[in-house]
């Protein structure tokens, strides 16, 4: 047998095994993947189910289908979640604003046009995350309540904001890092100022990044629970807080709250497939490295 030979099956044979091999990681994959999702398609079919058949142990995968828990939450018999959800999609939006005008010229500052000890900025940035959100929870009421805020809308955008910001700056800052200086020095010897360079130079460069960061903010914002459950009521409640409210003294509507929980976590969904080429484009671009 000629050397040629034997070298052609040893990488055929290499050839083989690494095929093997990857199949297999694909199918750990997919299991693991799907075990990932059980949960959350676990709450879609509960949602579908009569309260008695929901509560059934174990549960019934055969039980009747029916939209009775999605007709109770939009109003049959309960109180409306037009409000609570109207409320959670302004604080959300409206701080995510915020943040990103408060976070672009932050991380360019600290990326492109770097000032003094810029890594202790950011390290001051990233210890403000350090501190429990309860702990903070008590001077924050105390605030609301003695400037009228309490139940307010606009207090939870500016908590959101405040929240959301230092996470923000930290993933700009690495997506401004890798936009091409060169582009900016060429704007600014055309006179462009600095407004004009982050909104028609860096902004849609750093495109992809930005849309992950706003992405991130939103669910963020949109899922917080423990702000809104302790420092609204009536007026500004959010879409969270009115989960809670399906869990009485007299006992856990599991089916209605599963149909609830799909329709509070459909913006959410929706907002990520809309944004998924630009989120993956920007936390490989740059939040990762």
């Known amino acids: 047998m000629s050397a040629s030979t034997v070298t052609s099956a040893t990488a055929d044979a290499t050839t083989r095994k690494a095929r093997r091999r990857s199949a297999a990681l694909g199918v750990v994959a997919w299991v693991v993947g799907i075990g990932f999702c059980l949960p959350a398609l676990w709450m879609v079919l509960t949602s579908f189910h009569a309260e008695a058949d929901a509560a059934t142990n174990p549960p019934s995968l055969a039980a009747a289908l029916t939209l009775d828990g999605y007709r109770t939450f939009f109003g049959g018999g309960g109180p409306t979640p037009w409000p609570p ?17 408060l976070a672009l010229p932050a991380a360019y500052a600290l990326s492109i046009r770097r000032v003094r000890k810029w890594t202790d900025v950011m390290f001051f940035f990233l210890s403000t995350k350090m501190l429990p959100v309860v ?9 609301a309540k003695n400037t009228g805020l309490l139940d307010n809308i606009w207090l939870l955008v500016l908590l959101y904001t405040s929240m959301n910001l230092p996470i923000a700056v930290w993933m700009m ?5 890798d936009v091409p200086v060169s582009i900016i020095e060429a704007a600014q010897v055309d006179g462009a100022r600095l407004p004009t360079v982050l909104r028609r130079v860096v902004a849609p460069v750093a495109g992809p990044g930005i849309a992950a960061t706003a992405l991130i903010c939103f ?10 459950r302790v420092l609204t009521g009536v007026v500004a409640g959010t879409a969270p807080v009115h989960l809670t409210t399906f869990v009485t003294s007299q006992g856990l509507f599991l089916a209605q709250l599963c149909a609830a929980s799909v329709v509070v976590s459909l913006p959410v969904l929706v907002a990520g497939y809309a944004a998924q080429d630009k989120l993956v484009q920007g936390l490989s671009l740059g939040a990762v490295k």
Request: a negative charge.
């Open 85 to 101: 959800l109207v409320n959670s999609l302004a604080a959300s939006f409206f701080s995510t604003v915020l943040v990103l005008l």
């Open 135 to 143: 702990a903070g929870l008590l001077p924050v009421y105390l605030f």
């Open 219 to 228: 669910i963020f914002s949109w899922n917080e629970l423990l702000f809104a």
């Open 173 to 177: 800052q690495s997506f401004l890092a």
